[in-house]
């Protein structure tokens, strides 16, 4: 048990973290919120594996669960791109649909996924089934996570001051949706965003001098 306790240090590139995933949003969801305190176990030669994805699978195969829905599955590959965990593809890849193709090649998600120094998010904000994250890229820029796991639309907060940013040090943030490509800028103090159910938003982000 408890295996991102001792893993890197018995020499492990990967290790199993979890119990097996079915094609449902309850085991995802479940699976992501088990380790999202413990992600800071994870990181280059030693890797944190949440199991395989279900993307694409629709509830078939020997993980069938009924599946999901695309919003869900866009916020599975999503999650586990933004924590930077394995990402291995239970679906059969000789008859995925354009669409899931298009998101598990998204670049700037593969690009999150892949970013070398593989620092873990750090939780900034909480409300209820509602969370928003930060995390360090290595080119300086940053990422930031919006996941609405709740069974309605929510409001989702981001308190810069809880990221270390307070209005104080003259720094705000520019954000990049990073699958429209859509821009908010000049970002300070407090950002809200309300989306529908066990959907997600990730942007890049980047400081500047206000």
Known sequence: GESYRWMRGAGAHMYRSTGDIFDCFVSFRDIAKSQFDFLYASGPNCFNDMDMLTVGMNGAGNVGAGGCTWDE???????WCFCGVPLMLGCDLRNLPEDYRNLLLNKNLISLNQDAECRPPVLVTQRYENRSFLRQ???GGYAVGFFNLDD?????DFFFEDAGIPVSSGYCMNLQDVMTGEEIKGLSDHFSLAFP???CRIFFGELVRM
């Open 73 to 79: 599955y866009v916020m599975q590959f999503s999650l």
């Open 137 to 139: 890229l290595e080119n």
């Open 152 to 156: 309605k639309t929510q409001y989702t």
């Open 197 to 199: 159910s066990r959907s």
